[in-house]
C-alpha cells in the first residue's frame, strides 16, 4: 500500500548549486565583490578561466545573467547475488567490476555467430531511425545553437516530455504538479542518479544497509550500479520460473508480501516490448495511480537507437511540488560532482522529436518497425524448433516481449553452444532476438534443437 504521508519528508532542500554569468551590466557594477582581475589588461577575467582568481563558472543562470536555481519541474529488474558486485577475473588487479554481457562479447569479438546487444536489422547492421536523422539535420542547420552549458538538471523542456511518456500527458501526478525529470547520462546513469539519492535520503540518512530488492534474474549492471552507489543489503526476489519458463508470480507475490517498499523503475525498452509506447508504460502508470511515491529510469538509447549519446530521464513523482523540489535540489548537487552538466545533442533530437506532432507519429512508427522485427523473429524460431521436434515447449518465446529473451536453455545447454556451434549467449540462457536474421535463423534454431538433444543423451 502507498504511504499517506510522503517517504522523503524529512529531506532538506539544498543550497542552490550557483552560477555567475559574466554580462556588460556585471563588467560595470564597481561592486568589489564583483571585480576581478583580467590578466590581459583592466576588466573581467574571462569566464571559464580558472587558473587565476575571479569567478569560476559552475552551474546554470536564466537569459538575464542572475544565478538561478534549478528546480521545477527501470520496472526495477534488479537481482543480485551476494552485494552484486563482481570483479572481472580477467582484469585482475586492475579494480574492475565484471559484467558477464561484457565478458562474453571478449569471448566472440572474434568469431562469426553471436547474439548482439542492441537492434540490428535483419542484415544485422546497426539501424539509425529515420526521424533521428532528420531531426540531427534540422539540429545541424539551426544556426541558433551553440555549445553553452545545458543545465546541470537537464533542459527543462527534455524531463517534461520525458516525464510525460513515461507517465502519460493525463497523468494526475502530472496535473497535480507533483512530477519532476533529472536529465541523466543514458539509462543507467538515472540508476545511478537515483541509487545516489536513495543512499543519501531513504530511510535515514546516508543508510547503505537499506535492503534493496532485485529480480532474480536481472541484468547484471544493476548490482553494480546500486553496489557502487553503496547498497550493502542487496536481495533477490524470484521472478524467472525455468520450469515453466515463464513469470514466477506466485513466488513474487510471496517474496513481496508485507513488505514496505519504495518502487523503482527501469523502463529502458518503452515502445519495444509491444510496439505500443503507452501499453508499455502500463505498469509505472498503475503505481502512480495507486498513490505511490516512486523513481523511474528512463533511457533513449533503444527506442530512438541513440546508444552513444548516452540520453536518459530520471521521473520523480512524489507526494507534493514540495518533495519534488527538494528531492531535485539534492539530485541537483549529485549532478554537480558526477558530470556537472548533461550532453545536448541527444536530448535536442529527443525534445524536437516529442515536441513536434509529426516527428511524434513518425518516431512511432519507427519504433513499431523496430518491435515488429522482434516479434517476427520470436515467432519464427518457435516456429522452426516446433518444425525440428525439438523437446520441451517453446511457447514462451511468444509469450516474452521485449528485445531480450530467456530461452529456456540452461547452462550445459548454453555451454554446448558456445563451444560446439560458436553461438554466444549469455549463461542463463537469455538472448538479444535482434541477434537473430532470416540469415542465420535456421542455423541458430538447429543448434538449439542439437544442444537440448545432447543434453537428454548425457
Given at each position: 500500500m502507498a504511504c499517506a504521508s510522503s517517504l522523503f519528508a524529512a529531506v532538506p532542500l539544498a543550497s542552490p548549486v550557483v552560477v555567475f554569468k559574466l554580462t556588460a551590466d556585471f563588467k560595470a557594477d564597481t561592486h568589489p565583490k564583483k571585480r576581478c582581475r583580467d590578466r590581459n589588461g583592466p576588466g573581467v577575467q574571462p569566464p571559464g578561466d580558472r587558473d587565476g582568481p575571479g569567478i569560476q563558472r559552475c552551474g546554470d543562470l536564466n537569459s538575464a545573467g542572475i544565478p538561478e536555481v534549478q528546480g521545477s519541474g527501470r520496472h526495477c529488474d534488479l537481482a543480485a547475488q551476494g552485494s552484486g558486485r563482481r570483479w572481472d577475473p580477467a582484469a585482475k588487479g586492475s579494480g574492475r567490476l565484471w559484467d558477464p554481457a561484457l565478458a562474453?562479447?571478449?569471448q566472440w569479438s572474434r568469431r562469426e555467430e553471436h547474439l548482439e546487444h542492441a537492434y540490428r536489422t535483419d542484415e544485422g547492421q546497426p539501424w539509425v531511425?529515420?526521424?533521428?536523422?532528420?531531426?540531427?539535420?534540422?539540429?545541424?542547420?539551426d544556426n541558433s545553437l551553440n555549445h553553452e552549458y545545458v543545465p546541470i538538471l537537464g533542459f527543462p523542456e527534455f524531463t517534461k516530455l520525458a516525464c510525460e511518456l513515461?507517465?502519460?500527458?493525463?497523468?494526475?501526478?502530472?496535473?497535480?504538479?507533483?512530477v519532476g525529470g533529472v536529465q541523466?547520462?543514458?539509462?543507467?546513469?538515472?540508476?545511478?542518479?537515483?541509487?545516489?539519492?536513495?543512499?543519501?535520503?531513504?530511510?535515514?540518512?546516508?543508510?547503505t544497509s537499506t535492503p534493496l530488492y532485485v529480480s532474480s534474474p536481472t541484468w547484471a549492471n544493476h548490482n553494480g550500479v546500486f553496489g557502487a552507489a553503496g547498497f550493502t543489503d542487496i536481495r533477490n526476489y524470484r521472478y524467472w520460473d525455468p520450469a515453466k519458463r515463464g513469470l514466477h508470480l506466485q513466488g513474487l507475490l510471496e517474496d513481496m508480501e508485507k513488505r514496505s517498499l519504495f518502487p523503482f523503475f527501469d523502463a529502458a525498452y518503452q515502445g519495444f516490448a509491444s510496439g505500443d509506447l503507452d501499453k508499455d508504460a502500463w505498469a509505472v502508470r498503475y503505481f502512480v495511480s495507486q498513490g505511490f511515491e516512486l523513481f523511474c529510469a528512463q533511457s533513449f538509447s533503444k527506442n530512438f537507437g541513440l546508444y552513444n549519446e548516452r540520453i536518459g530521464n530520471l521521473c520523480i513523482v512524489a507526494k507534493d511540488t514540495d518533495n519534488v523540489t527538494r528531492i531535485r535540489s539534492q539530485?541537483?548537487?549529485i549532478a554537480r560532482t558526477i558530470w556537472s552538466n548533461p550532453p545536448a545533442h541527444g536530448a535536442?533530437?529527443?525534445?524536437r522529436t516529442l515536441s513536434n506532432p509529426q516527428l511524434l507519429a513518425e518516431w512511432k512508427g519507427n519504433v513499431k518497425t523496430m518491435a515488429d522485427r522482434v516479434l517476427l523473429m520470436r515467432a519464427q524460431l518457435k516456429e522452426k524448433l516446433q518444425k525440428l521436434g525439438t523437446p520441451g515447449t517453446w511457447d514462451h518465446l511468444t509469450q516474452q516481449i521485449g528485445m531480450f529473451s530467456f530461452t529456456g536453455l540452461d547452462p550445459s545447454q548454453v555451454d554446448y553452444m558456445r563451444k560446439k556451434k560458436h553461438i554466444?549467449?549469455?549463461?542463463?540462457?537469455r538472448i538479444n532476438m535482434c541477434g537473430l536474421t532470416s540469415g542465420n535463423l535456421d542455423y541458430v534454431a538447429e543448434s538449439i534443437h542439437e544442444a537440448v538433444k545432447s543434453s537428454q543423451c548425457q
Open positions: 562474453l562479447g571478449r531511425l529515420p526521424v533521428v536523422r532528420k531531426v540531427e539535420q534540422e539540429i545541424a542547420n513515461i507517465l502519460g500527458k493525463d497523468s494526475p501526478a502530472i496535473a497535480e504538479n507533483r541523466c547520462l543514458g539509462g543507467t546513469g538515472a540508476l545511478r542518479m537515483g541509487a545516489d539519492f536513495l543512499r543519501l535520503w531513504y530511510n535515514g540518512p546516508n543508510n539530485m541537483e548537487k535536442l533530437v529527443v525534445t554466444y549467449l549469455m549463461a542463463s540462457g
